[in-house]
Structures are given as C-alpha cells and as structure tokens.
C-alpha cells in the first residue's frame, strides 16, 4: 500500500471551492496536488500559492491557478508533508529544502494539514536531522557554533555543490536530539545571525493525516499546544 498516497489524496478532500491553498512541497503532498488538479480539472475553483518552485511546476502542470504569496490576502488552508510529526502535532520539516518558504505559507494560513506516511509518527523530535537554513556569507562559522553544541552539523550537498534553497541560501543539517528543549533550541536557532530559518514547526499543524497500512488516521493539535514558531 502507497500510505504517502492515501494520505496526500486524502487531505485533498478538506479542499473547498473559493479557498485560497498553500501547496506543500515533497513527495506526499504530491498526491494531494495531483488530486486538487483533478478536482479543478472537474470544476473546482481555488487559487494555489506554491511553496517551492519544484511545487509551481507541479501546480501549474495539474492546471491549478497560482498566486503568489506577495499577492494573497489570506490563506484558507495549507497541506503540506513533514518529516517528523510528534504527539502533540509538532514537527521537523525541510527534508526537501524547502522549509522557509512553507513556513512563510504555513504562519499565513488559517488551517495547516499535514499529510504523512506512518514512518513519519515519533514519541519525541530529533532522530532526522534537522534542517537549518543559513546564507552563504560565513556559513563555516555557524557550523562551528554547531559543532562547539554537539549538534554533528553537516552541510547538505547536491551533485558536488552546496544545496541551495530556492531562496539562495544553503542547509546544514544537525543532530537535535539530544537537545531536549525544542522549543529552546527554536528559540536559540532565531537568535544566530545567519540563520534565515529552521525545520522546527511547533505549533503550525492543526490536523495531521496519516497514511498507515490500508487506512488513513486523522489527529488533531491537542487544545493546550502553543504558539506558532
Ligand atoms: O522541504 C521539504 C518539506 O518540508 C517536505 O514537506 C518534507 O521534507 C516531507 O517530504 P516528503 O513528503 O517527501 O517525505
């Protein structure tokens, strides 16, 4: 069974006529673009703000209008992966890179759902690695600040050259699991200048739906879970 399928076309079916969408980037909200497609393809009027340029050729292939982010009011709900979801609906995202740009759609909308294979389910955050997003300028420096905290950071590579986001910046990678606090270690992430952003969403997801097996699970963000970050 596809679970990243099941669950990417199910969170499709949260999509109404006259919403505005944030497109999630990666290979689970895949399926839910290419639902949303069809479902425009039978009639359904929505506007889709992508969240990576991979996610705007996608869209835009599916025939599914864009906007851009700069262009939109509000945002009515947002789908999207992640690579670690825990208990309470937090979650480490960028595995594809694209985390500053979701996380900018994700703080404009009024609704986020997550779509997830059941790999993706952890009691607690940190065993991915988690994507910090730095720019170029000085980036051995923040890594060494990385390394001085145990963090094991890695500079993510790509055909021999340092991956670069669609915002132009590099990721580093780092070991978080040892760091407890997620909320402190976001904290901490915004304060270092030359980070542009990290992959801890804490309080962003509302819904999470999971592809498990031969059936779809739905959690929702427990009542008592903070602010966005
Ligand atoms: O930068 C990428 C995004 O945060 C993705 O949503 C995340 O990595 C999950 O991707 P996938 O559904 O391919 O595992």
Not at 34 to 61: D, H, M
Not at 104 to 132: C, F, M, R, T
Request: aromatic share 6%; charged share 25%; proline share 4%.
């Amino acid at each position: 069974m596809n679970e990243k399928k099941t669950a990417g076309e199910k969170a499709a079916e949260f999509v109404e006529d006259g919403m505005t969408i944030g497109l999630g980037t990666g290979s689970t909200v895949y399926y839910t673009i290419r639902k949303i497609g069809e479902r425009v393809q039978n009639g359904l009027k929505i506007t889709g703000v992508p969240t990576s340029q991979a996610t705007a050729v996608l869209a835009r292939g599916c025939g599914i209008p864009l906007a851009d982010l700069n262009d939109t009011d509000t945002i009515d709900l947002t789908i999207d992966g992640a690579d670690e979801v825990d208990p309470a609906l937090n979650g480490i995202k960028g595995g594809g890179g694209a985390l500053l740009f979701e996380k900018l759609v994700a703080n404009a909308s009024k609704k986020n759902i997550w779509v997830v294979d059941h790999s993706k389910q952890v009691e607690k955050l940190g065993a991915y690695p988690l994507p910090v997003e730095v720019i170029p300028f000085g980036w051995k420096q923040i890594m060494k600040i990385f390394e001085e905290k145990g963090f094991r950071p890695v500079l993510r590579m790509k055909n021999g050259q340092p991956f670069q986001t669609d915002g132009g910046h590099y990721i580093v990678d780092i070991r978080a699991g040892h760091a407890g606090d997620m909320v402190a270690l976001g904290k901490w992430l915004d304060g270092l200048t030359g980070v542009v952003e990290h992959g801890l969403f804490l309080g962003t997801c509302d819904l999470v739906v999971v592809g498990d097996g031969e059936s779809v699970s739905m959690r929702e963000k427990p009542r008592e879970t903070g602010n966005r970050s």
